[in-house]
Antibody, heavy 121, light 111 residues
Framework: QVQLQESGPGLLKPSETLSLTCTVS?????????WGWVRQPPGKGLEWIGT???????YYNPSLKSRVTISLGTSKRQFSLDLRSVTAADTAVYFC??????????????WGQGTLVTVSS | QSVLTQPPSVSGAPGQRVTISCTGS?????????VHWYQQLPGTAPILLIF???KRPSGVPDRFSGSKSGTSASLAISGLQAEDEADYYC???????????FGGGTKLTVL
């Protein structure tokens, strides 16, 4: 059974870069599926950040695209998220996720537990 | 303002049946894109409840069912149990936004 675990700093200052890593166990990223990130501001709903196919092709939320990079890690069991120039509005719980797709739409079938990232001066 | 509209809250007594609606438009649900549903218990990560409009992953009780018609989709929960008290989110793809979209979430209270 696949398991995902986020890691990275929990506190950032405005204008810094948020960098998170997702470590996957029970499955090799290069074997298939889509891998990405979803975030949830405190007390609010879910927001899709972006998704990466196992080949490295990426898809990003247009509202975040200019600041986001999702990439494969050096290990076949890790992928990462970089979000540049953060502000308080980026404060959220960040979930890494494995996704599968129907014929026309993708969904998350496995979630990490989530990690809270706070942006504050 | 979410692209997919859900009621902020619904409630029901144990044993009852409740439905949660997810209203979209012709750039997402109405364009034929599949709808998926997630359950999020307090303080935990979401879990997949329904994918492809109507399909249940293994392990999800058949008390949960999904449907889709036109520009809307619905999640039905029958035989309501106290453990069903959670937030529920719908999700699909939007061709105008070129990306995944989520509903704003619905809080289910079991009376």
């Amino acid at each position: 059974q696949v398991q995902l675990q986020e890691s990275g700093p929990g506190l950032l200052k405005p204008s810094e870069t948020l960098s998170l890593t997702c470590t996957v166990s029970g499955y090799s990223i290069s074997s298939g599926y889509y891998w990405g990130w979803v975030r949830q501001p405190p007390g609010k709903g879910l927001e899709w950040i972006g998704t990466m196919y196992h080949t490295g092709i990426t898809y990003y939320n247009p509202s975040l695209k200019s600041r986001v990079t999702i990439s494969l890690g050096t290990s076949k069991r890790q992928f990462s998220l970089d979000l540049r120039s953060v502000t308080a509005a980026d404060t959220a719980v960040y979930f890494c996720a494995r996704s599968d797709c129907t014929s026309n739409s993708c969904f998350v079938d496995s979630w990490g537990q989530g990690t809270l990232v706070t942006v504050s001066s | 303002q979410s692209v997919l509209t859900q009621p902020p809250s619904v409630s029901g007594a144990p044993g009852q049946r409740v439905t949660i609606s997810c209203t979209g438009s012709y750039s997402n649900i109405g364009a034929g894109y599949d709808v998926h549903w997630y359950q999020q218990l307090p303080g935990t990560a979401p879990i997949l409840l329904i994918f492809g409009n109507t399909k249940r992953p293994s392990g999800v009780p058949d008390r949960f069912s999904g449907s889709k018609s036109g520009t809307s989709a619905s999640l039905a929960i029958s035989g309501l149990q106290a453990e069903d008290e959670a937030d529920y989110y719908c999700q699909s793809y939007d061709t105008s936004l070129s990306g995944w979209v989520f509903g704003g979430g619905t809080k289910l209270t079991v009376l």
